[in-house]
């Protein structure tokens, strides 16, 4: 008997535990959620209570902190640096590659530090390279002999990029499309495209050479040499100046010389007026330029600086120079048709008199701004050394910001008038100019919208310690840091590289009660802002 109930029970046991196994591989075949009972049942609510805890502490640290923040203010404030005949960069066409370094960092230090934020920079003054080209030769300003490179060897442009950009600085390339051969640039060397292209270039009576416009091949050499500096640089801008058919002046007062092409353009059966002809050819060239930056890089802006007035007459009472007779530039039509995303007309001349006012013109232009482009007017800050010409200048810089509120901005013909003339740049620095400030928006170039940054506050005994970072931080181009202290918001725009800051707790007896940062782009666009109470 106790055998059989041995048995029996040695049965029942392996019964139970093939029964167990069983259940067990049923149960984990059915779901990939397995859930353990914790033996100690008394223990389950006050775990759970602290895992609740936690779990809305977590929520209250990842909450928002909501802010009002105050609007940033903005402005286009830059100065055109020329290099042609050495006017302000490099000095002088015999430094050494350190002394031009020199140079380039001294003016942007001085931009930076007067509160200014692009730099209008002359690459190519005729049909030469300040930097490294298979289209142009090296230019006879940089190096003191055309077609020879800086030694030790470096590339101006990248350089000036590079700093710029360091510095929150934008960076435009100033190209002149159509000289081929400035009076001040030496002697006319083989390298020289004067020589390589002769069949589209002619000599004009004053020592100058020039490109016809309206030739196919001038076009297209030039569209080559733009297109190659907007896919090998990092720049922010092309600009062009005034300098299309040439000024009368510099062919003895005689018409422009190219009857050979248009012979050719009547024989081909144009039906065009010659001065028709010669403004088409532009128009075609201007509007080709801007389309081709587009479809490039979108977010390279095109600007251009044409001469002030567009005709006599326009509007009503103004006299002078006629740009669209003279110059075969209709400079009106461009800014109508928006074949530019700044324009720059070069408005050298006082408030008054009314004959050829400063105020009376950009009126004018802003009338024409139909596409609503940036209208950022040239000024003539070299003038003179008087405390009454720098009031002037203040002046209009104060009359551009009424004229054109939307969009404020100014170019500083040239720079020599602020680095050469101190109390110049101390009346513009202590008055319109005190104030940092970022670029206007360019709303009709697309950009990616940018992502809000990080922010990470830590308490140390007199101040916050302040660092934040951006996941896209290579489209990086400015911060913006807001503080409040007892109530009251300010902010500051800082460089690229500014990732941290110590703010100190209490300022003028207010406590820092909030601190917020935004990524800005380099089309100006603002990323959301992060934001953090002080506890």
Not at 286 to 311: L, M
Not at 450 to 476: C, G, N, R, Y
Not at 516 to 524: E, F, T
Request: overall charge positive; charged content about 25%.
């Amino acid at each position: 008997m106790k055998h059989h109930l041995l048995i029996l029970s040695v049965a029942l046991f392996l019964f139970s535990c093939s029964s167990k196994k069983n259940r067990k591989q049923e149960q984990v075949k059915g779901t990939t959620e397995v859930k353990l009972q914790h033996p100690d049942a008394k223990d389950k609510p006050q775990r759970e209570k602290v895992k609740n805890n936690i779990e809305e502490k977590k929520a209250e640290e990842k909450k928002e902190v909501v802010v009002e923040l105050p609007e940033v203010q903005r402005e286009f404030r830059a100065a055109w640096i020329a290099t042609v005949a050495n006017i302000n960069w490099p000095s002088k066409n015999f430094l050494s590659t350190d002394e031009q370094k020199q140079e380039a960092i001294q003016i942007l230090d001085f931009l930076k530090n007067n509160n200014f934020n692009a730099a209008i920079f002359q690459v190519r003054p005729s049909s030469d390279a300040l930097y490294q080209s298979d289209l142009e030769p090296w230019s006879y300003f940089l190096t003191g002999e055309q077609g020879k490179a800086p030694f030790p060897y470096y590339d101006p442009l990248e350089f000036w990029v590079e700093e710029a950009h360091k510095r929150g600085i934008e960076l435009h390339v100033w190209l002149n499309p159509y000289r081929a051969h400035h009076t001040s640039g030496g002697k006319l060397t083989e390298s020289s495209m004067a020589k390589k292209m002769g069949n589209s270039v002619v000599r004009l009576k004053q020592g100058w050479y020039w490109f016809d416009p309206s030739k196919q091949s001038t076009q297209d050499h030039a569209s080559r040499v733009v297109m190659d500096i907007v896919k090998r640089y990092n720049i922010d801008g092309v600009h062009f100046d005034d300098y299309f058919y040439p000024y009368a002046e510099y062919n003895g007062g005689q018409d422009f010389p190219d009857s050979d092409s248009w012979n050719e353009y009547k024989k081909s059966g144009g039906t065009l007026t010659r001065a028709d002809w010669r403004r088409n050819s532009v128009n075609t060239f201007v509007e080709r330029i801007y389309k081709e930056i587009k479809a490039e890089k979108n977010f390279v802006k095109f600007g251009i600086s044409p001469f002030g007035i567009w005709k006599p007459g326009y509007p009503a009472g103004i006299q002078g120079s006629s740009q669209y007779d003279q110059l075969y530039a209709d400079a009106k039509l461009w800014l109508n048709k928006g074949w530019v995303d700044y324009y720059t007309p070069q408005l050298y001349w006082p408030i008054q008199p009314a004959k050829q006012s400063f105020t009376t013109l950009l009126k004018w232009w802003e009338s024409e701004n139909t596409m609503r482009r940036h209208l950022w007017p040239g000024i003539n800050t070299v003038g003179k050394r008087t405390a009454e010409y720098s009031t002037e200048i203040v002046n209009q810089i104060a009359a551009m910001r009424n004229i054109v509120p939307d969009s404020k901005g100014i170019v500083h013909w040239s720079l020599a008038g602020l680095t050469k003339n101190p109390s110049m740049a101390k009346a513009i620095f202590e008055g319109p100019y005190q104030n940092k400030v970022l670029i206007p928006r360019t709303p009709w170039l697309n950009a990616n919208p940018m992502l809000k940054p990080t922010l990470l506050l830590t308490s140390e005994k007199d101040f916050m310690f302040a660092k934040w970072q951006h996941k896209q931080i290579d489209q990086v181009f400015h911060w913006v840091l807001y503080t409040n202290y007892g109530g009251e918001w300010s902010y500051d725009i800082l460089d690229p590289s500014v990732t941290a800051r110590e703010l100190p707790k209490t300022k003028n007896g207010k406590k820092l009660q909030y601190v917020a940062v935004k990524a800005v782009d380099r089309l100006s666009n603002e990323s959301p802002y992060i934001a953090e109470k002080i506890k």
